[in-house]
Nanobody, 128 residues
Framework: QVQLVESGGGSVQAGGSLRLSCAASGFTGSTSCMGWFRQTPGKDREWVATIRTGGGYPYYSNSVKGRFTISQENAKNTLYLQMNSLKPEDTAMYYC?????????????????????WGQGTEVTVSS
């Protein structure tokens, strides 16, 4: 059974940084795609970044490219999202997502419907 547990959210001022973590289990030995999405009240869940486990090219939405970095630590089965130069519009609930997949899945998977495994979310608030 897949389990994803996010942590690291909090409140920061604009220009600050946070690092989110997602501890994953249930993917041992399988190729998968993992990523981060975010959602604000009344809006759809928005793709932020994705990466194929075991090494792969990272993909970023235009709104975070150059400010956020997605990475993974395979030994700990943990996914990270380093968020720098935070803006008030980055305020959202951030969700970790994972999907067992082919090697090319992560090349195009940037919608909520592409992923079936989700964490509970961690809240990020950026004040101006």
């Amino acid at each position: 059974q897949v389990q994803l547990v996010e942590s690291g959210g909090g409140s920061v001022q604009a220009g600050g940084s946070l690092r989110l973590s997602c501890a994953a289990s249930g993917f041992t030995g399988s190729t998968s795609c993992m990523g981060w999405f975010r959602q604000t009240p009344g809006k759809d869940r928005e793709w932020v970044a994705t990466i194929r486990t075991g090494g792969g090219y990272p993909y970023y939405s235009n709104s975070v490219k150059g400010r956020f970095t997605i990475s993974q630590e395979n030994a700990k089965n943990t996914l990270y999202l380093q968020m720098n130069s935070l803006k008030p519009e980055d305020t959202a609930m951030y969700y970790c997502a994972a999907q067992r997949s082919s090697n090319t899945f992560c090349d195009w998977a940037n919608t909520r419907g592409a992923f079936t495994n989700w964490g509970q979310g961690t809240e990020v608030t950026v004040s101006s």
